[in-house]
């Protein structure tokens, strides 16, 4: 009976041990091993040759590691291994409804989007949503949200290739409240704003956006931001503005801003640092310089760039603010009073010089042959003056009409990107050339800003090191935006895990012909899920919605 008893004992022993051991080596394997790349880890530190094993949606380890524990190897010998890259400035916040794939930012690296520069996609009102809706042009969607909160869930649910984040709006706040009149808040109405901020800071904002030169925007005032900015403050929000003037009163806005910052008491950051026109590219070191001695007083005051020396917005910014109190409807219907458009007409004539300007992007058909063309072209066509063409076209198109403005100086470009404080944002839209997309042109930022970054001015002109241009697209943004275990190749980390071709990444995008995709991006992680594989998009979308530190959970 002994002797059985040792009998069935040795054989539970040779069952269970092995299933043991095998349990624990299953255990111990990575779902992918990034094996033999010289890898970044996000704080601009010099970087080493080493493996990252990824597990789930975390990295797991960093180091000398065994492929035999690895499921799927990824050779990265000859090539960079990062953190993802983070868009400071994204307007992919309907793109990704057409298509959640984000193609153009994924294939240069982008794994998280950061949305909200004035206006966000909540909170609405059924107005809100009306006038959104009417507003559409190619891409047509259904609004079924009503919080900012909401969306970025719902894009979630959609299924999207990268990670979503988002300031609220300052101008949808006010819009929600006050309408698109140019008004101010009374005590009350000031208290409905606020109250609008808390909820979405609650629920995970990441602060307050502004755009100060477009209505309904630029119709608060300085107080008026300062007290949504105190809410803001309470959640560990940060303040991000497109300031009210980047031209002729350039310092008088980034005043503003510091203003704003010290007292609201919370971090500030400055949407696509730039000086517009030739007479005012001189005042940039003087800017830069505020923001230097502001820094040294201890205010958390930052800045993003894109690496271009045009602008893209509306051609619709020409027309003067107060003539667009009301919203657009309202616009139209001055462009038709004779009085009004002659004095609208006036006051345009007597802003800084037209720049050589690009239509790339109209909602109605008929105009569409226009795109391509320059302003100047246009009006030479039509026999008027660039002003009468504004006017003429904003009101044929019922839009705002899309447009680069060639206004900056490539000297301030380099001269932005070599201060330490200052990240990277693509301020457009996530791309495919293909279908709805190819309706209208764009800007080429929208395909190539990141691999410009790293292939001209990083690569070629050597404006500032790779370890340097890595760390302002990852771990500066997200230790700015407070982040969640982003921005960083450590251990415990989120596996958002960039490998290129230092030699190879660059744009291939232009003004002519933008629809073309950026080169030299080998594999994309996001949240440890493969979505670039061999340059190739996979088709995945792990995306996740992102939130603010200050989230009530």
């Not at 994204?90 to 794994?111: E, F, K, N, P």
């Not at 989007?113 to 006038?131: A, H």
């Not at 949808?172 to 009350?188: F, K, M, W, Y």
């Amino acid at each position: 009976m002994a002797l059985m008893k040792r009998i069935t004992t040795l054989l539970v022993f040779l069952i269970i041990v092995p299933a043991f051991l095998w349990s624990q080596t299953e255990q111990d394997k990575f779902d992918v091993l990034i094996k033999d790349g010289t890898v970044y880890d996000g704080t601009g530190g010099d970087p080493v040759q080493a493996d990252v094993g990824i597990k789930g949606d975390r990295i797991v380890a960093i180091g000398k590691l065994d492929s035999n524990r690895a499921v799927n190897v990824v050779d990265a010998s000859g090539l960079a291994v990062a953190p993802g890259f983070i868009n400071m400035l994204s307007w992919s916040v309907v793109s990704l409804i057409a298509d959640g794939r984000s193609q153009s930012d994924i294939r240069q690296g982008v794994t998280t989007e950061i949305f909200g520069e004035g206006t966000s996609m909540g909170p609405l009102n059924n107005e809100m949503k009306r006038r959104a809706i009417s507003s559409q042009s190619d891409i047509r969607y259904e609004i079924t949200w009503t919080t900012l909160a909401e969306y970025l869930t719902n894009l979630e649910k959609r299924g999207i290739s990268p990670n979503v984040a988002s300031f609220i709006g300052a101008a949808t706040i006010r819009e929600h409240v006050l309408g698109q009149e140019d008004v101010q808040p009374a005590s009350e109405q000031m208290e409905q704003m606020r109250e609008l901020v808390r909820r979405e800071m609650a629920a995970g904002a990441l602060g307050i956006g502004s755009a100060l030169i477009y209505a309904p925007g630029t119709h608060a005032k300085t107080e008026e931001l300062i007290e949504l900015c105190k809410v803001a403050a309470k959640y560990q929000g940060k303040y991000i503005s497109h300031i009210r003037n980047e031209g002729d009163r350039l310092i008088e806005a980034i005043e503003e801003l510091i203003r704003i910052s010290r007292e609201a008491g919370l971090p500030a950051e400055i949407y696509h640092l730039k000086a517009a026109g030739q007479k005012n590219w001189v005042t940039m070191d003087r800017a830069i310089r505020l923001v230097v001695k502001a820094r040294q007083e201890g205010l958390q005051i930052t800045a993003n760039m894109y690496l271009y020396t045009a602008s893209g917005t509306g051609l619709s910014s020409r027309i003067p603010a107060w003539a667009h109190s009301g919203g657009y409807a309202a616009l139209f219907k001055r462009l038709q009073e004779p009085v009004t458009r002659t004095r609208i007409a006036k006051e345009m004539r007597t802003q800084s010089p037209m720049p050589r300007t690009l239509l790339v992007g109209f909602r109605s058909e008929k105009l569409r042959p226009l795109i391509g063309k320059t302003l100047e072209e246009v009006a030479r066509m039509r026999g008027e003056d660039e002003v009468e063409t504004i006017l003429n076209l904003v009101l044929e198109d019922r839009s705002r009409i899309e447009a680069v403005f060639f206004i900056m100086s490539e000297d301030n470009v380099r001269k932005i990107l070599r201060q330490p404080w200052v990240s990277v944002g693509s301020d457009g839209t996530s791309m495919v050339p293909e279908g709805v997309f190819l309706k209208s042109s764009t800007h080429p930022r929208a395909y190539g800003n990141f691999a410009r970054l790293l292939g001209k001015y990083v690569r070629d002109e050597k404006i500032i090191s790779l370890q340097e241009a890595i760390r302002r697209l990852t771990g500066l943004p997200a230790t700015n935006l407070g982040l969640d275990r982003r921005g960083f190749l450590k251990e415990g980390m989120f596996a958002d895990v960039v490998v290129f071709d230092p030699a190879t990444i660059a744009d291939r995008a232009t003004y002519e012909s933008p629809h073309q995709y950026a080169i030299g991006m080998k594999h994309v992680f996001v949240n440890g899920m493969q979505v670039l594989k061999d340059g190739e998009h996979t088709g995945a979308k792990p995306g996740r919605a992102l939130w603010g530190p200050g989230k009530v959970t």
